[in-house]
């Protein structure tokens, strides 16, 4: 059984409802042993998750943002041990829900390609009126929005030009160890870079990261759910953004 190795990062009390349902999934995977460490100001009681090993590294209030790259730290100085116990380093935002099925899909792709240069990645989508909106496809239209890479058994993966964020990451160990030679900026000051510039490419990722692709057909194994859903409920970032649901992705397949 592969074990996975989680870093959840959470301020406050204000996004608990999130963590949980986040640690009830995790706590429910079928195919994998998983350990989660969670970088946080406040203790919560994880004692009910007997599924899953969870180790709480509590700090004052006043790290404030510095918070959010806490795990990236934490990676570097104990390397040495966790990879020789841990199969795949998955970072969450403590409001990103990850499927056990979209850890399967990257497991069963990622080794299909040069791990030194491609990661398979992630989308990240929010809920409106029973629709999903991936909101970090960007404001480009359509056909500038992604940009063909390879294929596998057919499978068409690209990179998207212009935001690689989805609050999260996930890699091989062998690729964190990479990044780590890389020199990734480990205390990136904005927060979405904070989880997300392990990737290459532009805003919030790194020009010395691992190039992130998805593929399009994919999308409900690829995709994971911001639990908020507070982007789609504002006007302005629906004009201003122009978030595509799942129609307007498939178009590109087209």
């Not at 640690?23 to 406040?42: C, G, H, Q, R, V």
């Not at 990236?72 to 403590?94: T, Y």
């Not at 964020?165 to 900026?185: A, R, V, Y």
Request: proline share 2%.
């Amino acid at each position: 059984m592969k074990k996975l190795c989680f870093f959840i990062h959470s301020y406050g009390k204000h996004q608990n409802e999130y963590l949980f349902k986040i640690l009830d999934i995790i706590n429910n995977y079928k195919k994998y042993k998983s350990k989660i460490f969670l970088f946080l100001t406040e203790n919560i009681d994880v004692s009910s998750y007997c599924n899953i090993e969870i180790t709480i590294i509590t700090y004052p209030e006043t790290i404030k943002t510095d918070l959010s790259f806490q795990h990236k730290l934490f990676i570097k100085n104990n390397f040495h041990s966790l990879k020789k116990e841990f199969d795949i380093f998955i970072g969450l935002e403590n409001d990103i829900l990850l499927k056990e099925q979209t850890i399967e899909y990257f497991e069963k792709y990622q080794n299909k390609v040069n791990i030194q240069d491609y990661a398979i990645g992630t989308l990240r989508y929010e809920i409106k009126n029973e629709i999903k909106y991936y909101i970090d496809t960007g404001i480009d239209s359509i056909d500038d929005m992604f940009e063909y890479v390879l294929s596998i058994n057919d499978k068409k993966f690209y990179k998207i030009k212009h935001n690689n964020h989805s609050g999260m990451f996930i890699f091989l160990t062998e690729q964190i160890n990479l990044l780590l030679n890389n020199e990734i900026d480990l205390m990136p000051k904005d927060l979405e870079s904070s989880i997300s510039n392990f990737y290459k490419g532009r805003w919030p990722a790194s020009p010395n990261g691992i190039q992130k692709i998805i593929c399009l057909e994919d999308l409900e194994k690829i995709s994971v759910h911001h639990l908020p859903n507070k982007y789609v409920m504002q006007e302005k970032f629906m004009n201003e953004c122009s978030p595509k649901s799942k129609k307007d992705l498939e178009k590109i397949l087209k």
